[in-house]
T-cell receptor, first 111, second 114 residues
Framework: GENVEQHPSTLSVQEGDSAVIKCTYS??????FPWYKQELGKRPQLIID?????GEKKDQRIAVTLNKTAKHFSLHITETQPEDSAVYFC??????????FGAGTRLFVKA | DAGVIQSPRHEVTEMGQEVTLRCKPI?????LFWYRQTMMRGLELLIY????????DSGMPEDRFSAKMPNASFSTLKIQPSEPRDSAVYFC????????????FGAGTRLSVL
């Protein structure tokens, strides 16, 4: 079945630096890739997504890139701030409604 | 709308007991998902429903787990008998077929099985 691998599991950066989280997926039919942010003790919330017909998408300080050939996609956060500290989940969906999530990356932004 | 509502928020029970988690999706949403979150495995999809019908339950770990959706505004996830390894946060999420890209999560139920 579909599998989504996410790395690293933990990431610590200094405030103002960039953070990059990488994911790979196994199902070549996957065509939608959302990213969710989960703050401590709260629910996951969608922060950005990308479709398979697009290679890159940006929204202020966050951007996602997708390489369909290599079956990997990444989240980039620039100018990190302490409030970016959270767990980030990548996910992949191959049509339908079944979304497979990665194991998550715990991001710490040190002030 | 108050969003997806889950109850209870916390549940502590002893091994062997039956546990029932409840979820009320956002009104008008026709898809409902149950996820389990653990440190080791992240967010795992257990089962999802469309118009109250289970579509894919391949993520349900074993027969001790069962889920129902008797109507469009209510779903339950039951574990019987519960085991310590079932301890996790269980999330319910809902979405609408028109805007299926966004899944709205509930606040979760933190289950501890002693």
């Amino acid at each position: 079945g579909e599998n989504v691998e996410q790395h690293p599991s933990t990431l610590s950066v200094q405030e103002g630096d960039s953070a990059v989280i990488k994911c790979t997926y196994s199902d070549s039919a996957s065509n939608y890739f959302p990213w969710y942010k989960q703050e401590l003790g709260k629910r996951p919330q969608l922060i950005i997504d990308i479709r398979s017909n697009v290679g890159e998408k940006k929204d202020q300080r966050i951007a996602v890139t997708l390489n369909k050939t290599a079956k990997h996609f990444s989240l980039h956060i620039t100018e990190t701030q302490p409030e970016d500290s959270a767990v980030y989940f990548c996910a992949a969906r191959a049509g339908g409604f079944k979304t497979i999530f990665g194991a998550g990356t715990r991001l710490f932004v040190k002030a | 709308d108050a969003g997806v509502i889950q109850s209870p928020r916390h549940e502590v029970t002893e091994m062997g007991q039956e546990v029932t988690l409840r979820c009320k999706p956002i009104s008008g949403h026709d898809y409902l998902f149950w996820y389990r979150q653990t440190m080791m495995r992240g967010l795992e999809l257990l089962i999802y429903f469309n118009n109250n019908v289970p579509i894919d339950d391949s993520g349900m770990p074993e027969d001790r787990f069962s889920a129902k959706m008797p109507n469009a505004s209510f779903s339950t996830l039951k574990i019987q008998p519960s085991e310590p390894r079932d301890s996790a946060v269980y999330f319910c999420a809902s979405t609408h077929r028109v805007d299926k890209n966004i899944q709205y999560f509930g606040a979760g139920t933190r289950l501890s099985v002693l």
